[in-house]
């Protein structure tokens, strides 16, 4: 450990202080048992500190939340550190191998996927390599860091059902970003639930290509370790088994049979003489039949048999017809390897069930929509206009984001509604103000100053600068609450100077992750995200030259 970096929190790299307990994110230090795993607060490549472990070291690679010291960002940073080679004492940083030739191998592997995940920057729904690098005779893939869950705690948070909606997209998602990756000549090779990380805009991200651990596997005595049983193919027990796409697609669908089923299929080499898997159908109602074709062509133990890319696993499972009905994935304790827990079986009841579930679902969307529209009525003083945005809102929470959301809606805070009422437009949906200047062909309010979000949940909204001081954060107390995981409960504060003319004041109020700022250079050009520190004074004629960014990739907004 660098003695420099003692009283920084390994969680949230802020100053904790000399106690266990982080004050700023409640984060707890406990002293690390785990003898492989570098040393907290050890730099390396005299840039990244090294906090707190993500999840367990796995067989072939350790994973660290980390800080870089360059960019003041958070990132993930995994080291290859394969069990089966490598070895190291208990806080050191170098590594001891135990078989050269095997490290050797899975180290060129590991270094040359890493240079082509690179290149993969922007493919949808696939992790984002920012960098990797060299060190004490071993390497580290420097990772944009996500805040979320893995599928397995996101069926757990959402009562252990996802609607056939979200199930589509989810498959969609991930179907899109694979064809890009099979497009440049990679495979992935580990798809499962563990390795399917949901973010908090309930997008998905696949972690952990394994080309590293096959590269090792293809020198080992048995493969078997080596595979996730339920998940691996009948070609990744074979040591010269032909992978491609068709690899990766029997991974995906034996990943959405698993989470629409609760059921891990059965290895792959124990269903070539007599296939014991079985059908959806028999498992779960209410399943589009192209949905369960797709992925039960996509699970064939024949690799010959299975769909060929990704575009043609996509063509099978077409659109839907059922992509609004919900299947039941109970969560149960059954045993998984590489720390999966399976959901356990839940079969459908028949045609009963799915009936009042639909009919549950469609109360809670008439009580959703009552209720915003009493409150949004009284405060703006419109039944019309509010009961129009409140269905829009509620049908919007509902279909993009599952019936749940819909809860949300109603803890909005009043203040917040009131913000909307006088706000140019919310999601695309005109206010009534808004809607009068639009017909008359005037502006309304037209000294007034607008915070305007360019993404976040107020995507879209132009929120009107209140006299006296604005607080943005988490916090109930806040006049503008956010609730992003980045934003701290009090994070920044906006408020008019004396005037006229009126310039704006922006202070960060010691948040966590800090606020940046861009400011434009001219020409469309604008300069480099710098930390705000202190009080920014921003005067009248260069209100709209500035953008704001809360935490490394949070909401971001700009002034009107």
Known sequence: MDTRFRGICISCFGDKGPGPECPLCGYRERKQTLRTPLSARTLIVGRYLIGRLLGRPGGFGITYKAWDMEQDAVVAVKEFFPAQAADRSSGEPGLTLTDPALFAHGLERFTDEASRLLALRGTPSMVHVLDYREERGTAYIIMKYYEGCDLLEHLERNGGRL??????????????????????G?????IKPSNIYIRHDRTPILLDFGSARFAISERSQSLSVFVTEGFAPFEQYQTKGRQGPWTDIYSLCATLYFVLTGERPPQAPDRWNKDTLRPIRDLVSGISPDLETAIHRGLAVSA???????????????????ALRSAPTALGEANMHDGDRAPAHSSGTGSGNSRRETLAALVTLAAGFALLSALYGMAIGSLVTASYVSLCYVLHLALGAGIEASFWGLCIPGYNLWLLSRSRGVRGYPSEAGARAEHSGHETEADEIHVVFDSGAWSGAALPLQEGQTVFGRDQG????????????????????????????VEDLGSRNGTFVSKDLGNDDWSDWTALTGTLKIEPADRCRYRFRLGAESDRFHLE
């Open 186 to 190: 990679l495979l992935h090779r580990d």
């Open 163 to 184: 609607t056939e909606l979200e199930i589509r997209r989810l498959a969609e998602q991930l179907a899109t970003g694979l064809s890009e990756v099979h497009e440049r």
């Open 304 to 322: 010959a048999d299975r769909p060929q890319s990704m575009k043609e696993l996509r063509e099978l499972w077409g659109p839907g017809s059922g």
């Open 478 to 505: 806040a006049q503008l609450m956010l609730d992003a995981p980045e934003v701290s409960r009090r994070h920044v504060a906006l408020r008019l100077d004396a005037g006229p003319p009126q310039a704006i004041l």
